[in-house]
T-cell receptor
Framework: ETGVTQSPTHLIKTRGQQVTLRCSSQSGHNTVSWYQQALGQGPQFIFQYYREEENGRGNFPPRFSGLQFPNYSSELNVNALELDDSALYLC?????????????FGPGTRLTVL | KQEVTQIPAALSVPEGENLVLNCSFTDSAIYNLQWFRQDPGKGLTSLLLIQSSQREQTSGRLNASLDKSSGRSTLYIAASQPGDSATYLC??????????FGTGTRLKVLA
């Protein structure tokens, strides 16, 4: 069974640029959630995708957007990067079929905005 | 609005000690509570998940309890080892779609 994978591992961008982060869900999981974790803080929910549709969103501006593909992998896109976007971005996959809503996390992408 | 608090923020103990990490939440209408471990700069590793109908879960040297009515959970680590050094996060979900996380407890176990 393949776990959740994310790419790239690290990324450095400058203010105003755009970035795309990628996530492959665990085998059999059709739901992907994205979280932002600033240094020293707990992860904050960005949004979730279920069967290619957005299924809930946290308190993040519209320049944070996402996609989910038919194979349930997902992308997080951030436009007009700001210094405060520097964080560890975590992807988690789950499946409602389990009835547990247990989420399995990937290793994260470390984004640095200069 | 659900808020999750973890106390203490940091903890340093000698190897072999038993210890308790605390997690409290403001809204008792949760679906489940999950404890995670995070090594520096890494992703989250799930340790234990407790459903709202359960009182505790155990895995090896770890035991997590849940008291929904008081809005509290504890993670008990027996016979701590240097390899247990990490940040421990608890998170709750109301069963919709998102986890609400605490800010974590940074644990250091001294050899």
């Amino acid at each position: 069974e393949t776990g959740v994978t994310q790419s790239p591992t690290h990324l450095i961008k400058t203010r105003g640029q755009q970035v795309t982060l990628r996530c492959s869900s665990q085998s059999g999981h059709n739901t992907v959630s994205w979280y932002q974790q600033a240094l020293g803080q707990g992860p904050q929910f960005i949004f979730q995708y279920y069967r290619e549709e957005e299924n809930g969103r946290g308190n993040f501006p519209p320049r944070f957007s996402g996609l989910q593909f038919p194979n349930y992998s997902s992308e997080l896109n951030v436009n007009a990067l700001e210094l405060d976007d520097s964080a560890l971005y975590l992807c988690a996959s789950s499946t409602p079929a389990s009835g547990l809503n247990e989420q399995f996390f990937g290793p994260g992408t470390r984004l640095t905005v200069l | 609005k659900q808020e999750v608090t973890q106390i203490p923020a940091a903890l340093s103990v000698p190897e072999g000690e038993n210890l308790v990490l605390n997690c409290s939440f403001t809204d008792s209408a949760i679906y489940n509570l999950q404890w995670f471990r995070q090594d520096p700069g890494k992703g989250l590793t799930s340790l234990l998940l407790i459903q709202s109908s359960q009182r505790e879960q155990t895995s090896g040297r770890l035991n997590a309890s849940l008291d929904k009515s008081s809005g509290r959970s504890t993670l008990y680590i027996a016979a701590s080892q240097p390899g247990d050094s990490a940040t421990y996060l608890c998170a709750v979900t109301s069963g919709t779609y998102k986890y609400i996380f605490g800010t974590g407890t940074r644990l250091k176990v001294l050899a």
